[in-house]
């Protein structure tokens, strides 16, 4: 027992200095970072602390305070603020419910991942050696989350107007892209509307199996109308599956259809009675 304690002295001095390797490699590429942004930080540590995710923290930072979560959560906020603000000035003949299914788009971590790919963001954050080898400057709810602390960051260093022309430069300039494109279109909401609107509730999700090993699981899902089925989809989780069996069934929906096949349906259970 008495031989641990120099061999954890040794192990924690040797973390100490990776995170210090790390720390100055960030710091030697930032420079290219804030060209990027054409925005030069007057709080260095403010940055550095926007780009440190909390796997890099002090094991004594167990709150994370020296992380950039808390960055994070600023972000966010002004991040919906300036997203709100404009498509609002933006879209005068959109209503509040259009308005509010852009901004729901815009602001996800799907497109933030984008945004943040945009920027090579990844290559630019501070992590501890266990979330470099779990793949985490390529994971996109990680990098999203980064970038939302980096908006946070430049709130506090340079004010809205320094956030609003970036968000212009690399989000607002691209809604109309992210509108138009058919992965952005989250299926599971129309077919939903779809089925509201002409009185058949809410459409109902099966699994129907699942295959594959735990690392790489294939999901079958059926989606129903009023009793009626629309359609399958797969995809490696649930959420996915469900996704592109919305889809398919958004393509096969017919208001008529599904009334000719309920009517029958009760029909043929009458006759059975």
Request: with cysteine; net charge positive; glycine share 8%.
């Amino acid at each position: 027992m008495a031989n641990m304690k120099p061999l954890k002295l040794v192990t924690d001095l040797l973390k100490s200095v990776l995170r210090s390797v790390r720390r100055e490699k960030a710091e030697g590429s930032v420079d290219t970072l804030q060209k990027k942004l054409g925005y030069r930080f007057t709080s260095a540590g403010l940055l550095r602390q926007a780009l440190t995710h909390k796997s890099a923290s002090a094991p004594e930072d167990v709150k994370g305070l020296l992380s950039n979560e808390r960055l994070e959560f600023l972000g966010d906020a002004v991040l919906n603020c300036l997203v709100t603000e404009h498509l609002y000035l933006t879209n005068p003949d959109k209503s509040e419910g259009q308005l509010s299914k852009i901004k729901s788009l815009i602001v996800s971590r799907k497109i933030l991942g984008q945004v943040a790919l945009s920027l090579d963001l990844g290559s630019y954050l501070i992590f501890g050696l266990s979330e470099v080898k779990a793949g985490g400057k390529n994971r996109q709810s990680t990098i999203s989350n980064g970038f939302e602390a980096l908006i946070g960051a430049l709130y506090l260093d340079g004010g809205l107007g320094v956030v609003r022309e970036i968000l212009q430069k690399y989000l607002f300039s691209r809604i109309a892209e992210f509108l138009k494109d058919e992965r952005n279109i989250n299926y599971k909401s129309k077919i939903l509307e779809l089925a509201q609107k002409d009185g058949f509730g809410i459409p109902r999700y099966t699994t129907i199996s699942s295959s594959g090993p735990d690392h790489a699981k294939e999901f079958r899902v059926r989606i129903d109308i009023a009793g009626v089925p629309l359609g399958e989809g797969c995809g490696s989780n649930k959420k996915i599956a469900q996704q592109n069996a919305a889809q398919i069934a958004t393509l096969n929906y017919s208001k008529e259809e599904i009334l000719s096949r309920v009517k029958g349906e009760v029909k043929d259970e009458l006759l059975s009675d």
